[in-house]
């Protein structure tokens, strides 16, 4: 056996290891943009989803003796002002006459796995508040 013919063998080994493992930090760096968009996304429709599940219709609890319901049209205006305000786009839509939902979705740049041309990572949350008067034990 000739020792020459074993030449460059650790080089090829390294370069692959050191791909392999560059890949797996990665993989652990921008995982965690990805968690940190989700968090980022859901905080952001769940504070939305509130400001527009407080905005009562006035005129309706007084006309109609104290009947609670969310007045739409301000409602999905607080929302998307929020929304506006946070720096996000999303898409508000009452779901009844009481709940509000709001989706939220979020991108944040990746690092190291924009080496392999995946630039960014992208998140989507739901969120909705239902508005309670008093003591309500979940009635619709």
Known sequence: MNLSDDRGSVTAFSVVFALALLICAGLVVDGGAK????????????????????QIDVDRVY?????????????????????GSAGHHGSVAMTGIRTLQVTVTVSKSTTLVSLIGIGSVTATAKASARMFHGIEQGRP
């Open 35 to 54: 968690i940190q968009a989700y968090r980022e996304a859901y905080a952001v429709a769940e504070e939305a989803a509130r400001a527009g599940a407080g």
């Open 63 to 83: 006309s109609q003796g104290g009947q609670f319901q969310i007045d739409s049209g301000k409602a999905l205006s607080a929302a998307r002002a929020y929304l």
